[in-house]
């Protein structure tokens, strides 16, 4: 008999050494600050967390509504605001808010349908190589400017979170009567569009492209990885977007206790701490910023943007954007 307590209290151990969080997130998140993070949560909860990435966002949740009915990941880290607001209408999250939910220094930053917990924020912005332009554009008519003609590198708003970011942004500008014009006559400014932001940020630093859709604190990361400010961000004049990233737990979860656990890890010092060089987005509790971060460019005015309009438009927004760019 205490034999076979003692083979069960095993079976017991080794399980909680074993078990799997699945979480899908994008690239950059993966390769960054996961590999930094991650390693301290599995050893706090004796837990394996398998972190698989798709590339930008906006193919994560590709993947997820193609295994809505069987899904494989207890967790999902990327979604922004219009992303976060399709997987909720796709039923593919469910709701939950974490304990911590109060370290959230900006209350605007929160999900008020509660299924998202914010990890990040960052503005849009336009991020161009010194060394290369003297003069940037300044506002969205100067982008226009023959001086840009094929400069400019843009991300596909259908599979990259900045990408749609930056679509939205212009409809925040010119009204949902006036983008579609507006990237008609972009066109002449851009190079190419690339699938998501690693690939953007990839030719600028090969020097391939001289000016991409990025974000404004990338003057911080130039001070911060190259010593010097090659790269510096223009948040346009007309005012500007800013993208706020969300995590949440996947709905069907066989791991639900573990991925609420993951959920308010998020907003702890330790993952927190290693936003703002990781990341290069500000984090959502109170954290000290680092000295490079001086470089970064300051948000005067930031454009309202009515998601519910997204939520009745958006599939009608990005089709007809891909006839303008890419069926031409």
Do not use: C
């Not at 991925?259 to 509790?285: D, G, T």
Request: net charge negative; hydrophobic share 45%; proline share 4%.
């Amino acid at each position: 008999m205490r034999k076979l307590l003692f083979i069960v209290a095993l079976i017991l151990v080794v399980s909680s050494f074993s078990q799997e969080l699945v979480v899908y997130t994008y690239s950059s998140f993966a390769s960054g600050i996961a590999q930094k993070t991650i390693p301290i949560f599995e050893k706090q909860y004796n837990v394996k967390v398998k972190i698989l990435s798709f590339g930008d966002a906006g193919n994560v949740l590709s993947r997820m509504i193609l295994e809505k009915d069987q899904p494989k990941a207890d967790v999902v880290v990327g979604l922004d605001q219009p992303l976060l607001r399709r997987a909720i209408s796709e039923g593919l999250l469910m709701q939950f808010v974490p304990e911590n939910i109060s370290k959230v220094k900006d209350r605007s930053l929160l999900d008020t349908q509660g299924y998202g917990t914010p990890y990040d924020f960052g503005a849009i912005a336009l991020v161009y190589n010194t060394e290369k332009i003297a003069n940037p554009p300044k506002s969205f008519k100067d982008l226009l400017d023959k001086r840009f003609a094929k400069e400019l590198v843009v991300q596909d708003p259908r599979t990259s979170s900045t990408g749609l970011s930056f679509l939205l942004w212009t409809i925040a500008v010119f009204g949902e009567d006036g983008f579609l014009d507006y990237w008609k006559n972009l066109r002449n400014s851009i190079l190419t569009i690339t699938p998501g932001w690693d690939e953007a940020f990839s030719m600028l630093e090969t020097g391939e492209a001289d000016i991409m859709v990025s974000y404004a604190t990338d003057g911080a990361y130039s001070y911060h990885e190259y010593g010097s400010l090659k790269y510096l961000p223009v948040v346009m004049e007309e005012g500007a977007f800013v993208q706020i990233e969300y995590a949440a737990i996947v709905k069907g979860t066989k791991n639900l206790e573990m991925a609420k656990k993951f959920i308010e890890f998020l907003l702890s010092e330790s993952f927190q701490s290693e936003v703002p060089l990781n990341q290069w987005m500000y984090p959502v509790i109170e954290i000290e910023l680092p000295e490079a971060y001086k470089h970064a460019s300051k948000i005067e005015k930031v454009l309202p943007f009515d998601y519910e309009l997204f939520d009745r438009n958006g599939k009608k927004w990005l089709e007809e954007w891909a006839k303008v760019m890419i069926a031409k």
